[in-house]
């Protein structure tokens, strides 16, 4: 865990995936990944 706070803005469905859009407070480039789970019931 380190300092640099994200932030999720917007997911959009699109064409069998998502558009995701983030933002990383924090003065340089960070490498960053998101993972999603769907789960139907």
Same mark, same amino acid.
Request: charged residues 10%; hydrophobic residues 55%; aromatic residues 10%.
């Given at each position: @865990?380190?300092?640099?706070? @994200?932030?999720? /803005?917007? /997911?959009? %469905?699109?064409?069998?995936?998502? /558009?995701?859009?983030?933002?990383?407070?924090? %003065?340089? %480039?960070?490498?960053?990944? #998101?993972?999603?789970? #769907?789960?139907?019931?």
């Amino acid at each position: @865990m380190g300092s640099a706070k @994200m932030s999720v /803005l917007n /997911l959009v %469905p699109y064409h069998h995936g998502v /558009l995701t859009r983030i933002f990383i407070d924090w %003065p340089q %480039p960070l490498a960053a990944a #998101v993972d999603f789970l #769907v789960i139907n019931d």
